[in-house]
């Protein structure tokens, strides 16, 4: 059993201490005189918080976590990684298993959990680092996003949670037209999960047409209005591409009678989440008051396909972290907007997350998924 108390009222304090730092200025702008405190008073204590409840879960935790240890304790070395991968997890993407033998023999089950929370925040920080000159964002508040669903994703999609960020940054960096380095860390994403692959459709939403205001949110209205085909359009684009893994998936989720575990997914806490904030942010924060459209692209693609496969929960579900993924940087550009003095929109961003987390913490989901109860 854990006291709530004991866990939220130190971040509590370090996060008023953080919010009288930045007094004078918005802790989502880059600022070098304040940024180092802001790491201590801000940053690290949230990581912490993620190592304790992520990287220390119990091993037995939740459905996913004891089932990739028993994988990773069997994969080998990296020749065989990949069919014992899918032998013992059951994942078919290419890279994932092969990549983490190389800490087979060096690392136990343990360190691998904490290496993989590690390197997942590495991938966040990086990933909001690329998009810091397109809107003026501070990157250090990435450590935010462990205050949404988010936090439990990582305890149980965690190749998911690792792809997510990489392919982020991918599609920042094609925005930048640095090609060559955007086709390796996207081909990176897919390898480690095949959901990554949709990543490779943003491009489009850069086209002209897109760039006016109001398409940004006509195009999420039209992809709700249209989810009642998007069984046959999903199969039939996964027949085009004829990748077997793919197949696989859609034969899962839309040819079998298989229950969803999220069950309605417009009644879910986080639907509302993603959806209210993305359309909240191409509203108020309009691409054309910004050098780069790149989050805007990304945004308006990810609720399009959210609205567009409301209808199978699974696939609907599937995509929501990638909106939780840049929450704290559209929450950040909104709290901008605000016509108040600085101190105030910090303490909306930062203790308007640190009430999420808590609303998180205390889901029963979250509970069953990391090994903690309150």
């Given at each position: 059993?854990?006291?709530?108390?004991?866990?939220?009222?130190?971040?509590?304090?370090?996060?008023?201490?953080?919010?009288?730092?930045?007094?004078?200025?918005?802790?989502?702008?880059?600022?070098?005189?304040?940024?180092?405190?802001?790491?201590?008073?801000?940053?690290?204590?949230?990581?912490?918080?993620?190592?304790?409840?992520?990287?220390?879960?119990?091993?037995?935790?939740?459905?996913?976590?004891?089932?990739?240890?028993?994988?990773?304790?069997?994969?080998?070395?990296?020749?065989?990684?990949?069919?014992?991968?899918?032998?013992?997890?059951?994942?078919?993407?290419?890279?994932?298993?092969?990549?983490?033998?190389?800490?087979?023999?060096?690392?136990?089950?343990?360190?691998?959990?904490?290496?993989?929370?590690?390197?997942?925040?590495?991938?966040?920080?990086?990933?909001?680092?690329?998009?810091?000159?397109?809107?003026?964002?501070?990157?250090?508040?990435?450590?935010?996003?462990?205050?949404?669903?988010?936090?439990?994703?990582?305890?149980?999609?965690?190749?998911?949670?690792?792809?997510?960020?990489?392919?982020?940054?991918?599609?920042?960096?094609?925005?930048?037209?640095?090609?060559?380095k955007s086709v390796l860390l996207i081909s990176l994403a897919i390898g480690?999960?095949?959901?990554?692959?949709?990543?490779?459709?943003?491009?489009?939403?850069?086209?002209?047409?897109?760039?006016?205001?109001?398409?940004?949110?006509?195009?999420?209205?039209?992809?709700?209005?249209?989810?009642?085909?998007?069984?046959?359009?999903?199969?039939?684009?996964i027949n085009l591409l004829g990748v077997d893994a793919l197949s696989t998936?859609?034969?899962?989720?839309?040819?079998?009678?298989?229950?969803?575990?999220?069950?309605?997914?417009?009644?879910?806490?986080?639907?509302?989440?993603?959806?209210?904030?993305?359309?909240?942010?191409?509203?108020?924060?309009?691409?054309?008051?910004?050098?780069?459209?790149?989050?805007?692209?990304?945004?308006?693609?990810?609720?399009?396909?959210?609205?567009?496969?409301?209808?199978?929960?699974?696939?609907?579900?599937?995509?929501m972290p990638a909106i939780l993924l840049t929450l704290p940087i559209t929450?950040?550009?909104?709290?901008?907007?605000?016509?108040?003095?600085?101190?105030?929109?910090?303490?909306?961003?930062?203790?308007?997350?640190?009430?999420?987390?808590?609303?998180?913490?205390?889901?029963?989901?979250?509970?069953?998924?990391?090994?903690?109860?309150?």
């Open positions: 059993m854990l006291n709530a108390l004991a866990v939220f009222l130190p971040l509590l304090a370090l996060t008023l201490a953080a919010i009288l730092i930045r007094k004078n200025k918005t802790i989502a702008i880059p600022s070098q005189k304040n940024d180092v405190l802001l790491a201590v008073f801000c940053v690290t204590p949230i990581l912490i918080y993620g190592l304790i409840f992520i990287g220390f879960r119990p091993e037995n935790a939740g459905f996913d976590t004891p089932i990739y240890l028993r994988a990773y304790r069997n994969i080998g070395h990296i020749f065989e990684a990949h069919s014992k991968g899918v032998y013992w997890y059951g994942n078919t993407e290419l890279l994932w298993w092969p990549i983490q033998s190389a800490f087979r023999y060096i690392l136990n089950a343990r360190s691998w959990l904490i290496l993989n929370y590690a390197l997942t925040c590495i991938a966040i920080y990086l990933a909001y680092k690329t998009l810091e000159k397109h809107y003026q964002i501070n990157p250090l508040i990435f450590p935010l996003v462990l205050f949404t669903y988010y936090f439990v994703y990582m305890g149980n999609g965690i190749r998911q949670a690792l792809a997510l960020p990489i392919a982020l940054a991918a599609t920042v960096i094609f925005s930048d037209k640095k090609y060559i480690l999960h095949w959901s990554s692959i949709l990543f490779l459709l943003i491009p489009a939403f850069r086209l002209s047409l897109i760039k006016k205001d109001w398409v940004y949110l006509a195009i999420p209205c039209v992809a709700l209005a249209l989810s009642t085909q998007f069984g046959s359009t999903a199969g039939w684009a998936k859609h034969d899962l989720y839309f040819a079998s009678d298989r229950e969803s575990h999220v069950g309605v997914v417009w009644k879910t806490l986080n639907f509302w989440v993603c959806a209210i904030s993305t359309l909240a942010f191409l509203t108020i924060c309009k691409p054309s008051k910004y050098k780069s459209n790149v989050l805007h692209c990304y945004l308006t693609f990810f609720i399009s396909i959210i609205f567009f496969g409301i209808n199978i929960a699974d696939f609907s579900e599937r995509y929450a950040a550009l909104l709290t901008k907007e605000i016509n108040v003095r600085p101190i105030i929109k910090n303490s909306l961003l930062l203790l308007g997350f640190l009430l999420m987390g808590i609303a998180v913490f205390f889901n029963k989901s979250a509970q069953v998924t990391l090994g903690y109860t309150t």
